[in-house]
């Protein structure tokens, strides 16, 4: 079977300029990523801000060209399909639905436009089709006459995932798609995702900084740090024991509603990961807790993990 | 215990809107209140009302509102400016909306201490590369001389703290301090403040909509949905029993690693909170509430259960143990 998502050595460099006389300096926003997502499976992608998650999510989209390597969307070049095709295959579902729905239209015209772009279809079937899927995300006939700042965060979020499914794609790509809501509604648009999923076959690549969220919705978990995936494996196999020690840290961290607990000590230091400067060796060496001198020379090779996961440490 | 500060029956209107209708909370000497609750709920409101700092439009009353036995509704707007950044002091979500980005970290700390105490800029600078020190700052000779943009969001917000203490605070509001930081660099700042209210004997008023964090850091929680406190108890207690059914029904979204039953859905809360108009009566959860009746639109009762565990809802204490599973 083709997978939904295969992504094999993917690179992305981007050369910024920090002044206008500083020296132009290479950043490196992914670094070698190979990875595929079966059809009908969710690969959730976490790690902290700078790790080239979403510049990950942008070259699958085909919105940003790499550097090297190559994005298979169903079997497919995405460079080769033109932006028709490529929006009837693959959608996006953004962080702040308020920023990604135009303001000044109505939500069902908003939801009408991948509609209408694709330039295939009759006023009736736009309605039909608008109508239908509004329906399926739970917004009503009335929801669909307001205009975005009329609807609570929930529901522009419900909007968004409108808009990206009216084409009938086979793959979305949520980027943080729950991070900007509250608990409450966090809740019901995860379980929303989850049912659509189920009942239109869908494939998500699912990132988040909230691991607690991708553990909820992820069949598989990859973990990035400053570019790389250093971990990846089945979620209920990386949970119950992650081999990396950032993996590790990342699972600490999150604070479980357990009163009496405490705060732990991640011991991750006070040093940022900046991507512009990857340290030599293992790029985590600087705040790992457990690196020896190898880690400060040797970058560490991609080592297999049971049950079928990779991860990138000499310690593991 | 003694309260440091202590809010009773806070209302807090923009107009026609109500934002706060009727706050009761109480921060001990050297404890944690955290005000928990989602977007619009009136918790950053609260805090604002306190510090006296509302946006213009704003009115508050108060049946009672004293820090340190002053009462600050009686205080004029200049006596009050003396107290903020003073002996109140506020940290907030963004440090960069809340650091002038056109001055450098050092200028910016020694106003604090300056403006409230006198004494020289130098001695201010000096006080405040010791403070950055203390909240984790490596190198604070070094970043006295920077700018807002040149740091991280993690040392951003330490900036921020380090600035909140230059003068001794007694009270630390805290808005959503680590809502825009990574998990990773949140457990620090959660550590860092949990150290400095060992250390200086801090009260501090935390404001999340972040369970975890509530449950890792509060002495004492106080539960907001719509403008009201529905629920406060020691936090052990509102974690192992919660009477309000939004208590209930917020504990249920989150999460939690390890326990995670994927095929199954999450508990959500469903609906909108409502938009509260002049002359609301009664309960503002019961249209979303599985429990509720007509009894929930009429006046509510205050259910005390225990020492200083009370609710706002129709339900007896207990009445979650008679339901089926």
Redesign the interface.
């Known amino acids: 079977m083709t997978a939904a998502i295969e992504v094999k050595n993917l690179r992305c460099e981007f050369r910024v300029r920090t002044g206008l006389m500083a020296a132009e300096k290479r950043v490196i926003a992914v670094d070698d990523v190979t990875f595929s997502v079966p059809a009908g499976s969710v690969l959730g992608v976490v790690g ?2 700078g790790c080239g998650k979403s510049t990950l999510a942008r070259m699958i989209l085909g919105l940003l060209k790499p550097t090297a390597g190559t994005v298979l969307v169903d079997g497919k070049r995405l460079f080769d399909l033109d932006r028709k095709a490529r929006a009837r295959l693959i959608q996006p579902v953004f962080q702040d639905p308020f920023a990604s729905l135009n303001p000044r239209r109505r939500i069902k015209d908003i939801v009408a436009l991948p509609l209408e772009a694709q330039g295939a279809f009759s006023r009736a079937e736009i309605d039909r089709r608008v109508g239908g899927i509004l329906e399926r995300v739970g917004l009503s006939a009335a929801m669909g006459e307001r205009m975005p700042a009329q609807l ?4 522009r979020q419900r909007a968004a995932i409108a808009r990206a499914l009216v084409l009938e794609p086979r793959i979305v790509i949520c980027d943080e798609p729950t991070s900007a809501l ?7 648009i ?2 929303l995702l ?2 659509l999923r189920r009942d239109l076959g869908l494939t998500y690549l699912f990132i988040s ?5 991708v ?3 992820a ?1 598989e978990v990859a973990v990035m740090y400053l570019g790389r995936i250093v971990e990846r494996n089945e ?1 209920d196999a990386l ?2 024991a992650p081999a990396h020690p950032y993996t590790q ?18 011991g ?1 230091g ?1 040093i ?1 990961p900046d991507p512009s400067n990857i340290p030599p060796g293992c790029r985590f060496n600087p705040r790992c807790r457990i690196a020896v001198e190898r880690c400060r020379h040797e970058a560490p090779a991609r080592m297999v993990r049971p049950p079928q996961g990779m991860v990138e440490c000499h310690l593991a | 215990m003694s309260a440091l500060l202590e809010v009773e029956e806070l209302q807090v209107s923009f107009g026609r809107t109500a934002a706060v209708r009727g706050a009761s909370f109480r921060v001990a000497k050297g404890e944690t209140h955290c005000l928990v609750g ?2 619009g709920c009136g918790k950053s409101v609260s805090a604002l009302a306190v510090m006296n700092l509302l946006a213009r439009g704003g009115q508050r009353s108060a049946k009672r509102m004293s820090f340190a036995g002053t009462d600050l509704t009686s205080l004029s707007d200049r006596e009050m400016a003396r107290l903020r950044g003073n002996r109140m002091a506020m940290i907030f979500q963004e440090p960069m909306t809340s650091l002038n980005p056109a001055f450098t970290i050092g200028s910016q700390m020694a106003e604090v201490l300056t403006r409230h105490k006198g004494g020289s800029r130098a001695a201010a600078l000096d006080r405040a590369a010791e403070l950055m020190g203390r909240v ?3 190198a604070p000779g070094m970043r006295l001389g920077q700018f807002p943009h040149q740091l ?4 951003r917000q330490r900036v921020m703290i380090a600035m909140a203490l230059m003068c001794d605070p007694e009270l630390l509001i805290a808005d959503e301090p680590t809502t825009a930081l ?7 700042i ?2 860092l403040l ?1 150290s400095l209210k060992r250390e200086f004997g801090l009260s501090i008023l935390l404001i999340t ?9 509060a002495d004492h929680v106080s539960v907001m949905y719509a403008g009201e406190v529905v629920e406060r108890a020691p ?2 207690e ?3 029993a919660p009477q309000h059914p939004y208590t209930r ?10 326990r ?1 039953q ?1 095929d199954k ?6 609906g ?2 409502p938009a509260i108009g002049a002359g609301f009566a009664g309960c503002a959860f019961r249209s979303r509430c599985a429990h509720a009746n007509e009894t929930c639109t009429r006046a509510i009762p205050r259910r005390p259960m225990g020492d200083a565990h009370d609710y706002l809802c129709r339900l007896e204490p207990g009445w979650a143990e008679l339901q089926p599973a």
């Open positions: 902290e801000s609570s965060g929930g529901q509250d608990v409450s509604v966090q809740a019901q995860l379980n989850a049912d900084h909230n691991l607690a969220v553990e909820h919705v069949s979620t949970f119950r840290a990342l699972l600490e961290s999150v604070l479980t509603p357990e009163p009496g607990r405490g705060v732990p000590d991640i991750l006070d940022m | 989602e977007s984790g700052i490596t991280s969001g993690g040392l990574d998990v990773t660099v949140q457990a620090q959660l550590r949990a909509h972040d369970l975890g964090i509530v449950a890792r850091v936090t052990a509102l974690f192992r029904g917020l504990l249920s979204c989150v999460p939690v690693p390890g995670v994927r859905p999450l508990g959500s809360i469903p909108i909170v």
